[in-house]
């Protein structure tokens, strides 16, 4: 079983909209300890990859990550390896926490594990840009910082300690990520330069809410209304208890910094379609995929 490791964008600047449509970001991303899990179970013959899943509406034939993922390692390496790979999914779809990507990154380094280590973490990072921009985030030690459409990744040591205790919030709608980028309004972004973020939160240790720059929160915001009155409840119910109150990625999920305890109002009817988590930050040793955060086992 390997765990399964989604990120939260600590900040994200949006640098320019390109000539070719797309945008150059500058951001922080970590990953995050969340529960989740996968199984592979290599089999024999040429067949098809098998993937099933705990969540219905999740896809398993060729548009799901995980078999483009064992593809793109078969075409790589020259392995015939086929695998069973099972889902166990608790972070919901669409929440903008790099979950995809993050069962692309570890289906690559299990089956590399699995056969033998053909490849070095390097080529997998390079590899894996071949099936999306975000999922060579998964192969630094943590934390990294991106840039381009973020597939440049400089590995970073963690800002924070990785005890801080982090609350996520997700309301059941999701957001489009093409819409929210086209709602962005480029006169309306932040003017912080991404290094002096950077500088920041290593220099403070801490999350600060001027330091927690998300440039999308703008047009998910305005795609979204209901998303930042959420925000702001979770700022004005939070008793102080929480550094910082921020979106990751392009939503739609809150991430409440300094406390894992969720306000009271999160127990109330009207809130009970909310998905609501306590999550750490997590790293790994050098050849080794991630372990389960201990502090994030000891709240639950």
Same mark, same amino acid.
Not at 77 to 89: A, E, I, M, N, P
Not at 149 to 158: K, L, T, Y
Not at 174 to 186: A, H, K, M, N
């Given at each position: 079983m390997a765990p399964l490791l989604p990120s939260i964008n600590l900040?994200?600047? %949006?640098?320019? $909209?390109?000539? =070719?449509?797309?945008?150059? #970001?500058?951001?922080?991303?970590?990953?995050?300890?969340? /529960?989740?899990?996968?199984d592979f179970t290599p089999v024999s013959g040429s067949g098809s990859d098998q993937l099933t899943c705990n969540v219905a509406d999740i896809p398993t034939d060729g548009s799901n990550l995980v078999i483009k993922a064992l593809k793109l390692f078969r075409e790589r390496?020259?392995?015939?390896?086929?695998?069973?790979?099972? @889902?166990?999914?608790k972070v919901p779809h669409g929440a903008g926490l790099g979950g995809g990507s993050a069962n692309a990154a570890t289906t690559l380094w299990a089956a590399n594990e699995l056969c033998g280590r053909p490849a070095t973490n390097e080529q997998l990072l390079d590899w894996s840009g071949a099936i999306g921009s975000d999922i060579s985030v998964?192969?630094? $030690?943590?934390?990294?910082?991106?840039? /381009?459409? &973020?597939?440049? %990744?400089? =590995?970073?040591?963690?800002? @924070? *300690? #990785?005890?801080? *205790?982090?609350?996520?919030?997700?309301?059941?709608? &999701?957001?489009?990520? *093409?819409?929210?980028?086209?709602?962005?309004? #480029? +006169?309306? $972004?932040?003017?912080? =330069?991404p290094l002096e973020l950077l500088r920041g939160l290593a220099a403070r240790g801490a999350i600060d809410p001027e330091l927690c720059v998300n440039d999308l929160e703008q047009p998910a915001f305005d795609v979204l209304p209901s998303l930042a009155q959420l925000k702001q409840r979770l700022i004005a119910d939070s008793d102080g208890r929480f550094s910082a109150v921020f979106m990751t990625g392009s939503g739609s999920t809150i991430v409440c910094a300094g406390s894992d305890e969720a306000p009271a109002f999160? &127990?109330?009817? =009207?809130?009970?379609?909310?998905?609501?988590?306590? +999550?750490? #930050?997590?790293?790994?040793?050098? &050849?080794?995929?991630?372990?389960?955060?201990? +502090? @994030?086992? +000891?709240?639950?």
């Open positions: 900040f994200l600047r %949006v640098v320019r $909209r390109r000539e =070719d449509g797309y945008h150059d #970001l500058a951001s922080l991303f970590h990953v995050i300890d969340l /529960g989740d899990s996968m390496t020259g392995s015939q390896q086929r695998f069973k790979v099972h @889902l166990d999914k998964f192969f630094s $030690r943590g934390a990294a910082y991106c840039t /381009g459409r &973020g597939e440049i %990744v400089e =590995d970073v040591d963690p800002p @924070l *300690p #990785l005890t801080t *205790p982090l609350l996520l919030v997700k309301p059941p709608v &999701g957001l489009s990520t *093409p819409e929210v980028f086209r709602s962005l309004d #480029l +006169a309306r $972004r932040s003017t912080a =330069d999160l &127990g109330e009817s =009207d809130c009970a379609n909310l998905f609501v988590t306590p +999550a750490r #930050l997590i790293a790994r040793e050098a &050849g080794a995929w991630y372990e389960p955060s201990k +502090a @994030l086992t +000891a709240v639950a």
